[in-house]
């Protein structure tokens, strides 16, 4: 699947977008930040307040309990600042 | 419902919704515009999720078609870099009668602001690379309130 990082979280993680595979028991947007922290410190820095990060799913809000089998496209963002 | 990088023109699409039509009685236009913070702010940079974007704009429109009774709405963001005194955003509902317009411009900013995927960036006039401007808990609160209203 592919991860995409918008805003600060793009800054932090050091790049716009990859292609990740975590392994199946990684179910959830939750679960997949645990596992994107653990592979380094430019993903820590990002995630280092997980509660704060923002998930969309093929382009859609979900909940860090949204789990993420068959998804295209994870993407993980600050809040939201239109407007 | 468009995202551009370019300004818009706020008095041409509210005139394309009420052109050939007799039934308008209210046409509600919100433009929102880049402030330069007492003059520290050089530009806003914003940043957005390309397709994901316009198709949250395009929900968040379609609930207010659905939750009041508009004969029409236009709503465009704009992305890139924005200086103060710059056009950000436009909303314009058109109905009957005032309540709905009015209602269902607030609701569309209050929505826009917290579920379309933007994120703006400052630019300092003094040359310092500014801050993400950071989300706040009135916006949130703001969004929350059209939840108990209904």
């Given at each position: 699947?592919?991860?995409?990082?918008?805003?600060?979280?793009?800054?932090?993680?050091?790049?716009?977008?990859?292609?990740?595979?975590?392994?199946?028991?990684?179910?959830?947007?939750?679960?997949?930040?645990?596992?994107?922290?653990?592979?380094?410190?430019?993903y820590a820095y990002a995630f280092e307040n997980a509660k704060a990060?923002?998930?969309?799913?093929?382009?859609?809000?979900?909940?860090?309990?949204?789990?993420?089998?068959?998804?295209?496209?994870?993407?993980?963002?600050?809040?939201?600042?239109?407007? | 419902?468009?995202?551009?990088?370019?300004?818009?023109?706020?008095?041409?699409?509210?005139?394309?919704?009420?052109?050939?039509?007799?039934?308008?009685?209210?046409?509600?236009?919100?433009?929102?515009?880049?402030r330069d913070e007492g003059g520290t702010l050089a530009a806003l940079?914003?940043?957005?999720?390309?397709?994901?974007?316009?198709?949250?704009?395009?929900?968040?429109?379609?609930?207010?078609?659905?939750?009041?009774?508009?004969?029409?709405?236009?709503?465009?963001?704009?992305?890139?870099?924005?200086?103060?005194?710059?056009?950000?955003?436009?909303?314009?509902?058109?109905?009957?009668?005032?309540?709905?317009?009015?209602?269902?411009?607030?609701?569309?900013?209050?929505?826009?602001?917290?579920?379309?995927?933007?994120?703006?960036?400052?630019?300092?006039?003094?040359?310092?690379?500014?801050?993400?401007?950071?989300?706040?808990?009135?916006?949130?609160?703001?969004?929350?309130?059209?939840?108990?209203?209904?």
């Amino acid at each position: 699947m592919k991860a995409v990082y918008f805003a600060w979280v793009r800054e932090r993680v050091g790049a716009t977008d990859e292609e990740i595979a975590p392994p199946a028991e990684v179910r959830n947007v939750g679960e997949l930040i645990a596992w994107l922290v653990a592979r380094g410190e430019n993903y820590a820095y990002a995630f280092e307040n997980a509660k704060a990060i923002r998930a969309a799913i093929d382009r859609k809000h979900v909940k860090h309990d949204a789990p993420i089998a068959g998804a295209r496209e994870i993407a993980f963002f600050p809040p939201m600042t239109g407007g | 419902m468009r995202v551009q990088a370019a300004p818009f023109d706020a008095a041409a699409e509210a005139a394309a919704l009420t052109a050939g039509r007799t039934d308008v009685g209210a046409v509600v236009t919100f433009v929102g515009l880049c402030r330069d913070e007492g003059g520290t702010l050089a530009a806003l940079e914003l940043e957005h999720y390309p397709g994901m974007a316009e198709e949250e704009i395009s929900r968040v429109m379609a609930q207010a078609l659905e939750r009041w009774p508009l004969t029409g709405a236009t709503a465009i963001h704009r992305h890139g870099k924005i200086a103060p005194g710059e056009p950000i955003v436009l909303v314009v509902t058109v109905s009957a009668h005032r309540a709905a317009a009015f209602a269902a411009a607030e609701f569309l900013m209050d929505y826009l602001k917290t579920r379309a995927p933007f994120w703006k960036k400052e630019h300092r006039r003094d040359g310092t690379s500014g801050d993400w401007v950071a989300a706040k808990a009135e916006d949130d609160a703001a969004a929350g309130r059209w939840d108990r209203a209904t």
